[in-house]
């Protein structure tokens, strides 16, 4: 594709996307059906131009308005995504000339808005919990996530998998903590390779595969997924039961959970049991009270641990969105904690790095349930074998240790989780 063409198209998709209507991979997805010709690395230079632009939209847009031209030009030629001498090819002398200016400035230079590029009120929440953490947290903010993947233990053994990624071509590397993970640096053709098609492996944050880790299930128990979603959680949960019991999937979305169907055929598991409910309060959760062995929570939230991958986040969230996700997350959690039996485990999840959507829930859940004993999760990992497990962990107001994950610390999404036992 010609210069110009490009530029062009990730200006019109720049554009798109800062309407903010959509999530921004939506807006990309559907850009792509709809001009179809444009092949993987136009795709590329398309997707990581709008993704670049999102992460550091406070900086490119101190610098746009001294060029010329529509902003979302502007916008795009700052973040483009590729070679530098094709991206001048489709610039003015003047243009040539501004980006020359902006690729002079340093970030000595540069207030601090313009370098951590996140919201005002997302800033000072961070800094009182991080400190100097706070600017290690903004660089890794700043690049894209890898690629991580979950091996299916019911299937295949992850030396396995390796090895057969390695004859495709793909280096990965095990994950740090997680003992069913694998690493990818780049985004690989994955979905035509036998090892995925056949369901050995799914893509999954080695975060989210730590929850599953967390909630423990053993082989004939009942558990409940409350917040099931496209079930990739479901599914790492139905291999540690070795596909025994029952497993059911809640989800208010019916078109979530569709989303899981063809990634439970691949997966082996036929003890998952899909529902979509009405609400938290619905009477299938109410027939099933006090009858559950485990129960997940990976409740609704900011998606603000997930910046890496979806930068345009901090921008479509706000105070009052989280405020609004915070009476739902404290609804859902007390709604779900009746579905436990004496003696089963409760864990409660976010990928958010906020405390009012994280600790503050968990602290006021303990206190407002007696019969809810706090798990120390630092402990409960240590017991499955997981190397480091009190690296990943905080203390709580209870004393005992909450599952906190961080980008800069860990190299995984942000992630909370609390557990309990009922008694």
Avoid at 28 to 56: M, Q, W
Avoid at 198 to 210: F, H
Avoid at 290 to 300: E, F, Q, S, T, W
């Amino acid at each position: 594709m010609h210069p110009k063409v490009l530029l062009d198209a990730c200006a019109e998709l720049v554009r798109l996307t800062l309407t903010f209507e959509h999530p921004a991979d939506a807006v990309v997805s559907r850009f792509f059906r709809d001009n179809r010709g444009l092949g993987p690395r136009e795709r590329a230079t398309l997707a990581e131009t709008v993704y670049t632009v999102l992460r550091k939209k406070l900086l490119f847009d101190h610098m746009a308005p001294s060029g010329s031209g529509p902003r979302e030009r502007r916008l795009a030629i700052l973040g483009f995504y590729g070679p530098r001498d094709f991206l001048l090819g489709a610039l003015t002398d003047q243009e040539r000339k501004w980006l020359e200016q902006c690729d002079g400035v340093t970030a000595d230079d540069l207030m601090e808005r313009h370098r951590h590029n996140l919201p005002e009120w997302l800033v000072q929440p961070l800094k009182d919990q991080l400190g100097a953490g706070f600017w290690p947290l903004v660089e890794s903010l700043s690049n894209a996530a890898p690629l991580d993947l979950r091996v299916n233990a019911l299937q295949d053994k992850r030396a396995d998998v390796q090895k057969e990624l390695a004859k495709a071509g793909i280096k990965a590397v095990p994950t740090p903590y997680s003992p069913w993970g694998l690493r990818i640096d780049g985004k690989p053709a994955l979905a035509k390779l036998d090892v995925f098609t056949r369901g050995a492996v799914e893509v999954q944050d080695e975060g989210s595969q730590l929850l599953a880790l967390l909630l423990d299930a053993k082989r004939g128990e009942m558990v409940v997924d409350f917040c099931a979603g496209a079930g990739g959680k479901t599914l790492a949960i139905g291999a540690t039961m070795r596909n025994t019991g029952r497993l059911y999937a809640f989800d208010v979305s019916g078109h979530r959970l569709d989303a899981l169907k063809p990634r439970l055929a691949r997966s082996g598991l036929s003890n998952v049991h899909p529902a979509a409910i009405a609400h938290e309060r619905d009477d299938r959760i109410k027939r099933l009270a006090g009858k559950i062995d485990r129960v997940l929570v990976d409740a609704p939230c900011s998606g603000l641990g997930t910046l890496r991958r979806n930068p345009d986040l901090k921008w479509r969230q706000s105070p009052q969105s989280v405020e609004e996700l915070v009476a739902k997350q404290t609804a859902i959690l007390a709604s779900a904690a009746r579905l436990l039996k004496s003696g089963g485990r409760l864990v409660y999840a976010t990928c958010s790095i906020l405390p009012q959507e994280n600790e503050a829930i968990a602290d006021a859940f303990t206190a407002a349930h007696p019969d809810f004993v706090p798990l120390d999760a630092g402990d409960a990992l240590s017991q499955l074998k997981v190397e480091g497990a009190e690296k990943l962990c905080s203390g709580g107001a209870s004393g005992t240790g909450y599952l906190r994950l961080w980008p800069h610390v860990h190299q995984t999404d942000g992630f909370f989780a609390a557990g309990w036992t009922r008694k």
